[in-house]
């Protein structure tokens, strides 16, 4: 490790090792730390990316077939009183294998040029009137102070770059949902299908998800929102398995925290966050490979023209803002509201919902899940659904 | 100060993300809890697990049954 780099980035994720490319790519000095002794490990994550979210950055012709445990092709989906829509979307994505993934990412980084070390923990951020100079690492028992202008944090929910720099406040509890999931093997799934429920009673705030890894495994899922529930995440998963699985085994058991809110600022003096740390997982899905790769890219190229321009300013840097809300800033606004709604239905809604949506898509093959779409398709059908509360998403549709 | 049930945390850091005063960390691989912490419950809120409770303390316990 060296006393001084052009950018310090803190977390090997998805998100960082983006980062991390990009800036190697254009042959600046850059500096991957991962906290935890491996890449890839842990892996807390369901692993389900949409093909979309993977062809932004891949081929999808040369996805190396040791990233991918099984491909989707459809859902089924569970309305409260449990009754069964099958949607057909051949191609629609892949659960990973998140382990050699980021891995074999983290490496694409190193092998174009980055410097990426493991056990090496940032502790501080050190400013001078303002400007940015380095960063505090522990590595090996050692505490160094290493140079540099600017730091990318891709380090997760918890960031702490994102609080030194004082762009993010503790999230609060409505804007994080709480998670457990099980990844099972010799249990019954559909090949190819992800199983989606909902319901006060089942997964309140939230959802829970059966994503394939294989003929006889899943990763096997609960997310509530645990300003919403009465009960821990652990008691409904409980709940649910019971109901679900007659015998299971336990390959990997997991607990998470998903962030449901995106932070208004995305970055600050002399520092960009990105994926988790920015809180962009997807409002409405919580998957949030897609968008932190996407954001970790948009990071590493701010943070390359921010080099070359030896320019580090806040407002410089919101350069990275702007490119991301120009991307995706209005769908990610558009499903936060969707959530929104959805947070404050009744079984007894839901239920609706859910015949609505049955009646547009059940049992049919689809080509695309567009969100913008499928709510005009939604308030078309059944135009009750205009007396529900959705004022906010009306005028976002411009209706 | 709350206390972690190790046996029972996933080590997601919910906590870490949530508390509101800094006082809840994850120190080589296990998560502490520091002196700065107020008993304000949300890390036990947020936790999945349930791999957080309220420190009984063992004298005030007594006082209250004596």
């Known amino acids: 490790m060296k006393d001084k780099y052009d950018v310090i980035i803190v977390g090997a994720g998805p998100a960082g090792s983006m980062a991390a490319y990009e800036i190697a790519k254009e042959g600046l000095d850059v500096l991957l730390l991962e906290k935890d002794r491996s890449v890839g490990i842990p892996v807390l994550c369901a692993e389900g990316i949409t093909t979309e979210g993977m062809e932004r950055f891949f081929n999808i012709k040369d996805i190396p077939k040791q990233w991918v445990s099984a491909t989707i092709e459809g859902a089924i989906a569970y309305s409260p009183q449990g009754?069964?829509?099958?949607?057909?979307?051949?191609?629609?994505?892949?659960?990973?294998?998140?382990?050699?993934?980021?891995?074999?990412?983290?490496?694409?980084a190193v092998d174009m040029g980055a410097h990426l070390f493991t056990s090496a923990m940032a502790t501080g951020l050190e400013y001078d009137n303002d400007v940015l100079k380095g960063v505090f690492v522990e590595y090996k028992g050692e505490r160094k102070f290493i140079q540099t202008n600017i730091v990318i944090g891709a380090d997760g929910v918890e960031s702490l770059v994102g609080r030194w720099a004082s762009i993010s406040d503790?999230?609060?509890?409505?804007?994080?949902?709480?998670?457990?999931?099980?990844?099972?093997?010799?249990?019954?799934?559909?090949?190819?299908?992800?199983?989606?429920?909902?319901?006060?009673?089942?997964?309140?705030?939230?959802?829970?998800?059966?994503?394939?890894?294989?003929k006889n495994w899943a990763n096997v899922g609960i997310g509530v929102n645990p300003a919403i529930a009465q009960e821990k995440a652990i008691y409904y998963m409980n709940k649910f398995i019971e109901k679900r699985f007659k015998r299971y085994s336990v390959v990997e058991y997991i607990t998470g925290a998903v962030p449901v809110k995106p932070l208004k600022n995305i970055s600050g003096n002399g520092v960009l966050l990105c994926g988790d740390a920015a809180r962009l997982a997807d409002p409405l899905s919580g998957g949030g490979i897609a968008n932190a790769m996407w954001s970790g890219s948009f990071a590493g190229k701010v943070a390359a023209q921010a080099v070359k321009e030896d320019n580090y300013t806040d407002k410089f840097l919101s350069k990275y803002d702007d490119m991301w809300n120009k991307a995706y800033g209005k769908e990610m606004k558009l499903r936060e509201t969707v959530k929104n709604i959805y947070l404050k239905m009744n079984d007894k809604r839901l239920e609706e919902l859910y015949e609505i949506i049955n009646d547009i898509v059940g049992g049919k093959t689809v080509s695309s899940l567009d969100s913008t779409e499928m709510v005009f398709k939604v308030l078309k059908h059944s135009p009750k659904v205009l007396k529900w509360g959705v004022e906010d998403l009306l005028k976002m549709i411009n209706m | 100060m709350v206390k972690i049930k190790h046996d029972k945390c996933g080590l997601c850091v919910g906590c870490v993300s949530v508390c509101p005063y800094e006082s809840i960390f994850m120190i080589n691989g296990k998560i502490e809890v520091f002196k700065e912490c107020t008993d304000c419950g949300i890390c036990i809120q947020f936790c999945p697990a349930d791999a957080i409770e309220i420190e009984k303390n063992f004298y005030a316990e007594e006082i209250n049954e004596g």
């Open chain 1, 83 to 108: 009754r069964k829509m099958v949607v057909h979307h051949p191609e629609a994505g892949y659960v990973l294998e998140r382990k050699i993934f980021d891995r074999d990412i983290a490496m694409r």
């Open chain 1, 170 to 214: 503790p999230l609060r509890l409505q804007d994080v949902d709480s998670c457990v999931q099980i990844t099972m093997r010799g249990i019954d799934v559909q090949e190819g299908y992800a199983e989606f429920g909902m319901g006060n009673d089942i997964a309140p705030g939230g959802y829970f998800w059966i994503f394939p890894k294989g």
